[in-house]
């Protein structure tokens, strides 16, 4: 989100999730923050910084709760972090025909996809619940990421051209 500020959207968040030390080196997220909600601190930070209308939503996303928290969307950027939300978001969007860009990372930040739910088959993490992007020691590639998705994004609005990347660090690689 950090890097679709200006791209004149309404953003939703869903994060069920609390700040914890570890993400703060590799999130948008500070010290302060620490023990709140992720979808709360976001929005409290990117609206008090940049003015940007953030919705925060504090459920985790189950089968169960999908329409209420995904309807009314018309476009949907996953960066979920596990299978099985991966798999909800997919169903719920490939159902009600909205599109979806999800962004995946590798838990050891050396590869990622941003791909178009067309293309899209989540996969399940070695571990579950396995640490992912954490310490910060990637994040100039996930700001790579961010910035690819961004653009993604940007294009997708603009005229509704819908582009898949894979990245690896230094490399940048079109897959649609």
Do not use: Y
Request: include cysteine.
């Amino acid at each position: 989100m950090l890097f679709a500020r200006n791209l004149g959207a309404d953003f939703r968040v869903i994060d069920f999730d609390k700040i914890e030390s570890k993400n703060i080196m590799s999130q948008f997220h500070t010290k302060m923050g620490q023990g709140k909600n992720k979808a709360k601190a976001l929005q409290v930070a990117l609206q008090g910084m940049f003015g940007i209308k953030v919705s925060a939503l504090t459920s985790k996303l189950m089968g169960n709760n999908r329409v209420q928290l995904l309807s009314e969307s018309d476009l949907i950027i996953d960066c979920t972090d596990n299978f099985k939300a991966r798999d909800i978001i997919q169903e719920w969007c490939r159902d009600m025909e909205v599109p979806c860009l999800h962004g995946c990372l590798s838990a050891d930040g050396q590869f990622a996809r941003a791909v178009w739910t067309e293309d899209f088959r989540p996969d399940k993490e070695d571990v579950e619940g396995g640490a992912t992007c954490e310490d910060g020691e990637n994040l100039p590639f996930h700001a790579m990421v961010g910035a690819v998705m961004a653009e993604v994004v940007k294009a997708f609005l603009k005229d509704g051209t819908k582009r898949s990347w894979q990245l690896v660090p230094g490399t940048l690689t079109r897959l649609t």
